[in-house]
């Protein structure tokens, strides 16, 4: 007996593909209003100030009062000081000397937060992890390697309008021939501290063209991404990648770049058992880099529990599991699920930028609270990569 169901055809796929495409392009619409540039409206108070500089407040008025450091801005009807940007913090670790950048002979962390499954809350990571560090006053920058260009549209980019493939992205230093270093793809962001060097749909092409060549050239496909962010290094403290979610060659090529992993696994059955699955080809395919000449060893490779949920007794059990069995190799920060990420992803920014609740206060508060703890031990573990830092961390009993 033939289907009650009419076949779908090509044609009627088509019609399907181009209702996507509206839907995302009105999506893009309400975020990126023609015009109109993302920018950061943060400021923090003196006590605050003080806080994130590591001086007190009388040492901040006395620099204003004699003129190493500007007064903050006004509000034109009030009078009142309308306080600190974040541009303005920065200026003052400078004139204080409280920069935490790494020494010149230290290595930049160049992290990769890398699963091969979707969904596991990579590019939230990143996004989220590149502002605490801005914050911090390192010096970060994004690689965004993921054609699907999410940490480009949370960063003000327009992936369709903003970026070409040809000039903006990684996909011209990829190809054989390609420029020097990544500099011609290096974009300052809205954020002090933070570049970045975008994506968007023209970098899966790379792909193609990758597979195409590793059997004749592996090493120029496995060792290409890293040159390139040898070619950066310097200028930067932090290097974040954001990879693919599959195995690729991109994703290849990041492992290969990369000197820490970062590996985000929520806790419930199909997430974790993907995770298992990633470190089992983790294992394999660096096994197979080192046969064509690319070891790789890494600082650290650390598990992080995302999109954690407290209320559901499954994702209980499972955290408890992977602690007893990964006792050295998971964070002990969870970034647990939140209406507040929620939010600020739905408007394409981040919980760090902005500047009140999008629910309830305490929501707001507790995310933040989710947030730093990730960033605090992250830092850690890049500030004990840092010989010049091992000093300070003895003082602070945290090495």
């Not at 990143?126 to 994004?142: D, N, P, S």
Request: aromatic residues 6%.
């Amino acid at each position: 007996m033939d289907s009650v169901l009419p076949p779908v055809t090509l044609d009627e796929l088509s019609v399907l593909s181009r209702r996507a495409a509206t839907v995302i392009e009105r999506l893009r619409e309400r975020v990126f209003a023609p015009g109109t540039q993302k920018q950061l409206d943060l400021r923090f108070n003196v006590r605050t100030a003080a806080e994130m500089v590591g001086r007190s407040e009388k040492a901040i008025r006395d620099a204003e009062g004699d003129g190493r450091l500007p007064s903050p801005d006004k509000d034109e009807d009030t009078g009142r000081r309308r306080g600190y940007s974040l541009a303005d913090i920065a200026r003052m670790r400078e004139v204080f000397g409280t920069l935490p950048h790494r020494a010149e002979g230290d290595p930049p962390l160049v992290l990769a937060v890398q699963n091969f499954k979707g969904g596991v809350g990579k590019s939230t990571i990143v996004t989220h992890l590149a502002q605490y560090f801005a914050l911090k006053g390192y010096r970060v920058c994004i690689i965004d390697c993921d054609s699907q260009a999410s940490s480009t549209a949370v960063f003000g980019l327009n992936p369709d309008v903003d970026v070409d493939e040809e000039e903006d992205t990684l996909y011209p230093f990829l190809r054989h021939g390609g420029p020097k270093t990544l500099h011609y793809a290096l974009r300052a962001t809205y954020w002090p501290g933070i570049a970045i060097i975008p994506a968007n749909l023209g970098l899966y092409d790379a792909e193609y063209e990758f597979a195409a060549r590793m059997a004749r050239d592996p090493a120029f496909i496995l060792d290409r991404l890293r040159e390139g962010v040898e070619s950066i290094a310097d200028q930067f403290d932090i290097i974040l990648l954001d990879p693919p979610p599959a195995l690729g060659m991109l994703s290849l090529s990041v492992l290969r770049a990369a000197n820490a992993l970062l590996v985000p696994a929520p806790p419930n059955n199909i997430d974790f058992a993907s995770t298992a699955h990633f470190l089992k080809m983790l294992e394999a395919t660096l096994a197979e880099l080192a046969r064509h000449g690319g070891e790789r060893q890494y600082s650290f490779v650390k598990i992080l529990t995302s999109k954690m949920n407290e209320q559901k007794s499954a994702h209980q059990a499972i955290k408890r599991m992977m602690d007893a069995v990964f006792p050295q190799d998971m964070l002990m920060a969870v970034l647990k699920d939140s209406a507040e990420i929620d939010n600020a992803s739905a408007n394409l920014m981040t919980v760090y930028e902005m500047t009140g609740a999008a629910t309830r206060t305490e929501t707001h508060k507790r995310c933040r609270a989710y947030l730093d703890a990730v960033g605090r031990e992250v830092e850690l573990l890049a500030r004990k990569t840092w010989p010049s830092h091992h000093r300070d961390l003895r003082k602070e009993g945290l090495l």
